[in-house]
């Protein structure tokens, strides 16, 4: 598929008003997109286990003007309230997909969204947000297409989403989902993101998240500043060859089961990402040191008790704890007894992997 695949045809119905609401995830990467070309094109493929409890619901009202506006017509609450300061970011969505939306002037927009993790948890919403309002925004254009085919939808909605944040494209169906194009995927793409098509071991079925919230702080450099960064990094096509190496050794660990080879692969890359931010110019630490004692903690009860957990990081402090539900019990009441005195107000998030995005019927 090109991107031309996504202009609309043109449209059979026509629709005044309306209200629709979806409920989409958050997502972690285990192979990780750091780096991407023009138009949210990815460097290098990324994988990541949906999540299923970290979302956001975004309802979005629509009623059609007598006339298309000269530029984009919304309000946005955010919990309830008014929320200007958002309206910037939604503007920049609505201007990319404008192309493959056209329908959106046409219409008075309400959008509110909220998301069911604190506000300030350092976890980033914008894979959660991007993916529930594209959708929202797909259900629109399905109403006045109503032919479209679910595949196309999903398809489409991945695409919009990518648009607005590029992990965001990983949030919409699926347990495990591959963005960037693969030799070894067939169903891959640069454009849109692909629930895995492989075979999964059952010890994945149902794996545990557990969040730790080391740093509720905001971001000290947002991720499209990061990804820029990779553009002249020293070590940028190393890394680019490398996470295709790490996405096909993982195909073949999704497939055996082997969890040694796993979080191996999971841990490296989550401190090649930290260390491609360390290496570039300017340089940044986005780990603090309480991440550290984590990593630490968690290597030692490995080490002790031979329990398989492991980490990964996203561009942040906070710690991903993954590991099978078999062992959750125990692992949970060591990530209690020993892990969340190193959080921020002792904070964490329970997740674990989900489906994907979900339409709530108003
Ligand atoms: O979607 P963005 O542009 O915020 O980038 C996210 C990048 C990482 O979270 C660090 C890695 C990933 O693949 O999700």
Redesign the pocket.
């Known amino acids: 598929m090109t991107e031309k695949d996504f202009l609309p045809q043109p449209y059979t119905k026509v629709v005044n008003k309306g209200s629709i609401t979806w409920q989409a995830p958050s997502?972690?990467?285990l192979?990780?997109?750091?780096g991407?070309k023009e138009h949210?094109i990815?460097a290098n493929p990324?994988v990541?286990f949906t999540l299923n409890n970290c979302k956001t619901t975004t309802t979005l009202n629509y009623e059609k003007k007598k006339s298309p506006s000269q530029d984009f017509d919304f309000e946005l609450y955010f919990e309830g309230k008014i929320k200007e300061d958002f309206k910037p970011k939604i503007t920049t969505f609505f201007k990319r997909i404008e192309h493959y939306c056209p329908f959106l002037k046409e219409y008075h927009l309400t959008i509110k969204t909220e998301n069911s993790f604190p506000h300030s948890s350092g976890i980033?919403s914008?894979?959660s947000g991007?993916s529930a309002l594209a959708l929202c925004v797909m259900s629109l254009e399905k109403e006045l297409d109503p032919g479209m085919a679910e595949e196309f939808f999903n398809r489409k909605a991945s695409f919009l989403a990518r648009l607005g944040?590029?992990?965001?494209c990983?949030s919409i169906k699926g347990k495990i989902v591959v963005?960037g194009k693969h030799d070894g995927i067939a169903s891959s793409s640069d454009l849109f993101g692909v629930e895995y098509p492989g075979k999964v071991h059952e010890i994945f079925h149902n794996y545990q998240d557990t969040i730790l919230l080391v740093d509720k702080g905001t971001k000290q450099v947002?991720?499209?500043v990061?990804?820029n960064l990779m553009h002249g990094h020293p070590f940028a096509e190393a890394r680019f060859k490398q996470a295709h190496k790490n996405l096909e050794a993982l195909t073949n660990v999704f497939q055996t089961g082997d969890l040694d080879d796993f979080m191996e692969l999971v841990e490296s890359e989550a401190l090649t990402?930290h260390s491609m931010m360390m290496s570039s110019r300017p340089y940044f630490i986005l780990m603090k040191p309480n991440t550290l004692e984590i990593i630490n903690k968690i290597w030692e009860y490995r080490e002790r008790t031979g329990m398989p957990i492991c980490f990964t990081?996203?561009?942040g402090a906070n710690v991903h704890v993954l590991y099978p539900e078999k062992h959750s019990e125990i692992i949970l009441e060591f990530i209690k007894n020993e892990l969340v005195a190193y959080c921020e107000n002792e904070q964490y998030l329970c997740d674990r992997i989900g489906d994907g995005a979900r339409r709530i019927e108003n």
């Open positions: 997502n972690i990467a192979v990780k997109y750091w991407k949210q990815p990324s990541s980033a914008s894979a991007m944040s590029g992990s965001a990983r963005w947002s991720s499209s990061g990804h990402l990081l996203d561009a």
